[in-house]
């Protein structure tokens, strides 16, 4: 999974979790045009994008599986794996609206609208094509920062450690008097 789905997956699980506590069932009645707005939304940042393929992969697993088990009937599982992931495949409308109404219960109509607008403009596009390499490059950024952040604070507090205990270290004459 790029850097750039999993950054539009947690937005999603963030803000689905966000409405999920934040209001009371009776405050989520949501209009018509707020969702339609959210829909929109979400099909310009391609929220739900990375979940396409769930579906096909649970059957593909599922078919690996029974064919392991049951190699003799391969063309059987084949089919009916088959059959069964299309009837299923209407479900991921489901999805989609759920994801609507947790966008919705988050942002204002407005600001769909504002989101829709500015990711389906070029510099939105923009964002979201180049964001993950730029993300990247962040990351390795602040990777090489915080290796040098730490080397240097190790540095200096060893550096003032040492210090400290070379001062409080009796010198070579005065241990000798003590003797």
Known sequence: MTLAKRARLF???AAM???AFSLPASAQEISESHLKAAR???D???ATDDFDNYL???AQTLKAELIQQSPNMVDL????VDEKALDLASRRADLENEAAHAYARVFSEEDLNNITEFYN???????LADGPIVTREVL?????WRRGIERDLSNSVTEQLEAATNAQAPSGNEAESGQ
């Open 17 to 19: 979790t966000f409405a």
């Open 11 to 13: 937005a999603l699980t």
């Open 44 to 46: 310009a940042i391609a």
């Open 40 to 42: 929109a939304a979400i």
């Open 140 to 144: 390795r950024a602040a990777s090489v």
């Open 56 to 58: 096909p992969l649970a």
């Open 77 to 80: 599982i084949n089919a009916t």
């Open 121 to 127: 403009s070029p510099t939105g596009q923009k964002l």
